[in-house]
């Protein structure tokens, strides 16, 4: 990558300037137009071209200085200047006037004298207004006008003039026709937006945007004549993908050239090593840019240029914190409103109300990740892994990628930290094929010295997220693929594989898969436990349990409780809860409690819940939790909840005693019921906490027009005074029971009832139970197929929902024969059961 190139164009010679100036062509003709039809008998409009670094404004100003200079009707009247943006010798008007005497004394060859004969104005109060009659005395006397070409025009002149000086020089402007200004600047003059400033609305401002998709084409399509014939890409093939850099760069040119000529034009690294110069260079100036913002700005600046891609002020908001509090997203989108301003965000539209942003100068964005994360940060390499994702997007054009790089690791000749780099950026995405990015850090390692080879890609943790990934998204066969590529696997590889095998229906593998675990954790645990009881396989959870030197004694022997628990062996299960509560396991308590309740002896429970409470292992509010779900006695319902805070939870074990007394007192009126039920809810969906206790208070809903009432109209009334009331957005408990009466009501497409669907969380406890009603009462309205489009879209429902999917199958039967013959045997009785219960809510719900 040539730096002079991306940086600083006036080095370039005038020819190649001209050759290369593919882009900016329509916004060049106007202004030349503008110059070539004035011939400054009167004082002319002044320019300012406005756009952030990168976008081609040096550039656009020297292609206006060249074509003055090649047009003799305006070379022979007509002075171009260049003031490039390291012009730093320019800081008031004195200096201006003497730069120019300057350039003359060049243009004319007076050996100086222009210049020296200010010597004579020195320690003059009028210094400055003698030296500007001097210099248009000598533009007069030869007959020529000045056209001053102002880089920087903003930041490194008029920002540093005092405000006498400006209102000077505007009156200069307004009057003097041997002087026109057209300058240039990477951030907002406020000067020109401010009506109190001597430069308000005084220049024509012409806004550089980024470029379109057809100039990105064309930039492209220069680039690639200088480009040897096997780095070049097909440019009809690749549009869409030009398309798509133009956005991914915001239209900057120093970017798009940038990432070009480092993926496309780079056989030996030497681009990306030039890149890494480059970030040096520019550290200075970009330091001190994020350093003069206000902190909060800093801020929201590290969260969007983390990001890389647009981001909402929402979820700005999230990611930053104030004295432990969230910031508010009002505050977020008045800063991003003064960034954008300052041209340091762009921001963009959406279909909705909501904006999305990102930083506007990605070459900025580039050097904040490069400079702000860590050898092992992905987010370091953000922006070229989302370059290789967008570039090489099919196995075709991937594979010659990898051809190409892999020979040019082989040459000996490519720069190490550039293949160091390309090895970050390649195991940072999602998109390409594992087993070929192995290859590529294999053949990278190579090229290493030792010291660099520890910042190379963990392929193992790379291979576990990709497989985890795979699990997340259902595809258990990738997520198969992804573990065996694992060279030396661990524990929790292990597990997850033998996991695998039994989603796969393999028990024989997943049990071989199995036994290579001898020794388990506190972290591995728990999906140990779970893939044992999978394969009903407690002797081995038993064996490893019970040898495993890191694994909590006291967790030990819950883990063993819970294996006899599952088996219904109550008593042995007992046995090893009461050890581990002897060892500390505060959290055992409430498995013992389980163990009472599931032999039926509510009178033992009740001593060891009363016992917990005493011991401060549980609250007062799981003991009214009892006496209102289990014993049903309103009495002590109400003597537990006396003295509560009454948030939620009060309110909602006030409302089950008001519906256990309902049982055995129809005098209770529905009426004394709800005002606790608005109450509970409400309290839970301002908090926005999905505790056991919200499924409890949804599940009053339930009680009424499932155990008691079974009163379509009344469970409508209930429904429709909820949410008159109460605001439930995203209280899932409650949405599964508004789409439970709309089923009940035959109302199937109810949005009420999609939107249950769509949303379906199958790891959230508090909602199972509930959607499982809702299941069993689509199929009691025969509903079948509306109820198999559900689990084809969702996987994981289907997992979740397996013995309502092959109930489903059975009353499917006539139509997929061949469905329910893979049911395990295990699934025969629980399915027999929901059948029953399909009879009988068609019952219960006509």
């Keep these: 990558m040539a730096e002079i190139t991306l940086y600083n164009p006036a080095s370039l010679r005038e020819d190649d300037l001209i050759a290369n100036f593919v882009v900016r062509t329509r916004t060049f003709e106007k202004i030349f137009k503008d110059i070539s039809r004035s011939s400054m008998q009167y004082p002319e409009k002044h320019y300012l071209i406005q756009g952030q670094r990168g976008m081609g404004k040096t550039t656009l100003l020297l292609r206006l200085k060249y074509e003055i200079e090649r047009t003799e009707t305006l070379s022979n009247w007509l002075i171009p200047v260049f003031f490039n943006e390291e012009t730093y010798d320019i800081n008031n008007l004195a200096s201006l006037w003497e730069k120019l005497l300057k350039y003359l004394d060049e243009h004319f060859e007076t050996n100086g004298a222009y210049y020296d004969y200010t010597d004579r104005f020195v320690d003059l109060e009028d210094y400055e207004r003698l030296c500007?009659?001097?210099l248009i005395e000598k533009l007069r006397e030869h007959g020529k006008k000045l056209i001053i070409f102002f880089d920087n025009f903003g930041e490194l002149f008029l920002d540093n003039l005092r405000e006498k000086e400006k209102r000077r020089l505007r009156e200069i402007l307004i009057e003097c026709n041997d002087i026109r200004i057209i300058g240039a600047s990477a951030v907002v003059i406020n000067d020109l937006h401010d009506y109190s400033q001597p430069f308000f609305e005084f220049f024509h401002i012409v806004y550089l945007e980024g470029l379109t998709k057809d100039e990105t084409y064309e930039l492209i399509s220069k680039l690639q004549e200088d480009c040897s014939e096997p780095r070049r890409i097909d440019l009809v093939k690749h549009k869409a993908k030009i398309d798509t850099l133009a956005v991914l760069t915001g239209g900057v040119i120093r970017t798009i050239m940038m990432l070009y000529q480092v993926l496309l034009d780079d056989p030996n690294g030497k681009a990306l090593e030039d890149l890494e110069k480059v970030l040096d260079k520019a550290t200075p100036l970009y330091k001190h840019r994020i350093e003069d913002l206000p902190v909060q700005q800093r801020r929201i600046v590290d969260v969007i240029a983390k990001k890389w891609d647009a981001v909402s002020a929402k979820e700005i908001a999230s990611e930053i914190r104030e004295d432990g509090k969230s910031m508010s997203t009002k505050l977020i989108s008045?800063?991003?409103?003064?960034?954008?301003?300052?041209?340091?965000?762009?921001k963009k539209g959406t279909t909705t109300k909501n904006y999305l942003y990102q930083l506007r100068e990605r070459f900025f964005n580039i050097w904040y990740l490069m400079r702000n994360g860590d050898r092992r940060d992905r987010k370091r390499v953000a922006w070229l892994t989302k370059f290789l994702e967008i570039w090489y997007d099919d196995d075709d054009s991937f594979d010659a990628f990898i051809k190409n790089h892999i020979n040019a690791l082989r040459s000996g000749k490519y720069m190490s930290n550039s293949a160091l780099l390309i090895a970050e950026a390649l195991a940072s995405s999602d998109k390409f094929d594992i087993e070929k990015v192995d290859g590529i850090v294999h053949e990278t390692s190579n090229v290493l010295r030792e010291e660099q080879r520890q910042y190379l890609p963990n392929m193992h943790?790379?291979?576990?997220?990709?497989?985890?990934?795979?699990?997340?998204?259902?595809n258990i066969n990738k997520t198969v693929e992804a573990l065996l590529g694992v060279k030396e696997r661990d524990t929790n590889t292990n597990l997850l594989l033998a996991h695998c095998y039994f989603k796969l229906g393999n028990n024989i593998l997943s049990k071989e898969t199995l036994y290579k675990v001898d020794q388990v954790d506190n972290d591995s645990i728990v999906l140990f436990k779970f893939i044992c009881l999978e394969l009903s396989n407690y002797q081995y959870l038993f064996k490893v349990v019970e040898k495993s030197e890191d694994l909590d004694a006291a967790l030990a022997q819950e883990v063993i409780g819970d294996g006899y628990f599952l088996q219904n062996m109550y008593d042995l299960a007992q046995g090893h809860y009461e050890k581990a509560i002897?060892?500390?396991?505060?959290?055992t308590w409430e498995k013992l409690i389980d163990v009472y309740e599931s032999k039926g002896n509510l009178i033992e429970m009740e001593k060891l819940l009363l016992s917990a409470y005493n011991n401060h292992i549980i609250s007062r509010k799981t003991v009214a939790g009892f006496y209102a779900l289990k014993v049903k006695n309103s009495e002590k319902v109400n003597k537990w909840i006396e003295g509560l805070e009454k948030d939620g939870d009060y309110y909602v074990y006030s409302a089950l005693a008001l519906v256990n007394k309902l049982t055995k007192d129809s005098s209770v009126a529905i009426e004394e019921i709800i005002p606790n039920l608005e109450k509970s809810l409400d309290l839970f969906s301002t908090k926005k906490e999905y505790s056991p206790n919200a499924m409890v208070s949804a599940t009053i809903l339930l009680v009424y027009y499932n155990n008691i009432l079974r009163d379509y109209k009344l469970a409508q009334n209930v429904i429709k005074k909820a949410n008159s009331l109460i605001s439930l957005k995203g209280f899932y408990p409650y949405n599964i029971l508004k789409a439970f009466v709309s089923v009940w009501?035959?109302?199937?497409?109810?949005?009420?009832?999609?939107?249950?669907?769509?949303s379906i969380d199958t790891s959230r406890e508090d909602s199972l139970e509930i959607f499982n009603e809702l299941l069993v009462l689509l199929m009691a309205k025969h509903q079948y197929h509306f109820l198999l489009r559900q689990f084809d879209k969702n996987i994981q429902l289907k997992e979740a929902f397996k013995p309502i999917y092959y109930a489903l199958m059975t009353l499917m039967e006539d139509?997929?024969?061949?469905?329910?013959?893979?049911m395990g045997d295990e699934l025969k009785v629980p399915v027999e059961e929901i059948l029953e219960k399909v009879e009988q809510m068609k019952i219960d719900y006509k």
């Design 582 to 587: 002897s060892l500390g396991r505060k959290s």
């Design 745 to 758: 009501g035959k109302d199937y497409s109810n949005p009420n009832v999609i939107e249950v669907f769509e």
């Design 132 to 134: 500007f009659n001097f």
């Design 461 to 474: 943790n790379r291979r576990m997220a990709v497989a985890i990934k795979y699990y997340n998204e259902g």
């Design 815 to 822: 139509e997929m024969p061949n469905e329910v013959i893979r």
């Design 334 to 346: 008045a800063q991003l409103s003064q960034l954008e301003k300052n041209n340091v965000v762009e």
